[in-house]
């Protein structure tokens, strides 16, 4: 890591003490947060070579210059890093200060070194991070913008169906089939599953007798009926897809180290703003973070005011499948004869039957009824009432990140 490369393996074990007080690695991190310094291709050898130096220092100071690693430390031509910009010391405490940063209130357990955060409208040009703090640790959002999400129409085409021909003809022994009180009925019925062709089957003779006189005076033919099918679901055009997700903020969070200590030992030596800078949109804030989205800030800390990102979110708006009720309003006509002979020649009554009503007509008294036949006029299948079609499912955030800051 050129000429600020740790000089012995007795500093190897700084290195990640050194990352963790940068805030950059700590227990339950993401990737996002891991630097490795002691990778040649680092993007970060400037903060790392700070990072180093730092703990370097700090060890030999307390071991010693003879300590091993520790030989040339302050060597000349390694000069010191430079003061960072913004820097918020203690000078004017009366005690004696290093940090060539700020020093802040330190963190409480379970929440990561301080760093600087910005946030603003998506639309704004957000600031670069800081010298000072120039690694871009963490971005999120929040305030989610999610239009409502409209599901296409749905319909159903018609049902099959089909015309079943009624079976049990009958004959009455009076002029108006069971309308006269006492009428008795003989039965010219066709086979069971019949399908409508001529069929001798139930044939009543020429001049059967029954308590009225002839059997065959009158001739009910009952109502063809509609056997519909399920009715197929379809949707008047393809669903469109979900709006984009938006957010009404954008959040930065940048990270890095300050040099020195600070007199207060309670105190952290963190990176500073800008001189001058002032709380988001313009600038940013000192803030601790804790993984997911805690409720409040520490009530023992300075660090109370609140802030939640999020990393993405998930988005489960759909549709639910269309569906189809049962059908109704169909209907079905048929064309059915009755003959006399044996072979549905000798035609006796023939009509048009509506599977709306049972046909009831007139034949010569003590005529034979000797055979039947019928075929489907037309079938009107019936509509389905549609269903489905509504919009389901929601937007919601996901991969919490709290942020507690110091008051501006």
Not at 2 to 17: E, V
Not at 26 to 44: M, N, Q
Not at 166 to 178: F, I, L, Q, S, V
Not at 344 to 350: A, K, L, R
């Amino acid at each position: 890591m050129s000429r600020r490369a740790l000089r012995s393996k007795a500093l190897l074990g700084s290195l990640a003490s050194a990352l963790a007080a940068a805030g950059v690695a700590a227990g339950g991190c993401t990737e996002r947060f891991i630097i490795v310094c002691d990778d040649p291709r680092t993007p970060h050898e400037e903060l790392c070579s700070t990072l180093i130096d730092k703990y370097r220092a700090e060890r030999c100071e307390e071991a010693g210059p003879g300590a091993e690693g520790c030989e040339d430390a302050g060597a000349p031509g390694e000069p010191d890093p430079p003061d960072q910009p913004g820097a918020r010391g203690d000078e004017g405490s009366g005690n004696a200060s290093s940090c060539r940063g700020q020093c802040v209130p330190g963190r409480p357990l379970g929440w990561f070194e301080p760093l600087l955060l910005w946030f603003g409208s998506p639309g704004e040009a957000a600031p670069e991070c800081p010298p000072q703090a120039p690694v871009l640790g963490y971005e999120g959002h929040r305030d989610l913008l999610v239009e409502p999400h409209q599901c296409a129409a749905c319909g159903c085409d018609p049902p099959d169906a089909t015309c079943e021909l009624p079976e049990a003809w009958g004959a009455y022994d009076t002029r108006a089939c069971d309308a006269a009180p006492g009428a008795e009925r003989t039965s010219f019925a066709a086979p069971e599953g019949w399908d409508g062709a001529c069929t001798a089957e139930s044939a009543i003779a020429a001049g059967e007798a029954c308590a009225g006189g002839p059997c065959a005076q009158s001739l009910e033919i009952p109502a063809p009926r509609v056997v519909a099918g399920t009715c197929s679901p379809r949707r008047a055009e393809a669903p469109p897809a979900p709006p984009d997700v938006a957010w009404a903020t954008y959040a930065r969070a940048c990270v890095g180290t300050a040099i020195g200590r600070c007199a207060d030992p309670g105190a952290a030596c963190a990176p500073a703003p800008l001189e001058g800078n002032t709380a988001p949109p313009g600038g940013f804030l000192t803030c601790i973070i804790h993984h997911g989205e805690v409720e409040e800030c520490p009530s023992f800390s300075p660090y109370s005011e609140r802030h939640v990102f999020y990393e993405d979110a998930e988005d489960t708006r759909a549709c639910t499948d269309c569906t189809c009720g049962d059908a109704t309003g169909g209907e079905c006509s048929i064309l059915a004869s009755a003959y006399s002979d044996g072979r549905c020649s000798q035609v006796v009554v023939s009509a048009r039957v509506s599977s709306e009503a049972t046909f009831c007509g007139a034949v010569p008294r003590g005529t034979a009824l000797g055979s039947k036949s019928a075929s489907v006029v037309e079938i009107a299948p019936g509509t389905c009432a549609p269903g489905g079609g509504e919009p389901t499912g929601g937007v919601a955030p996901r991969t919490a990140m709290t942020f507690c800051c110091l008051a501006e």
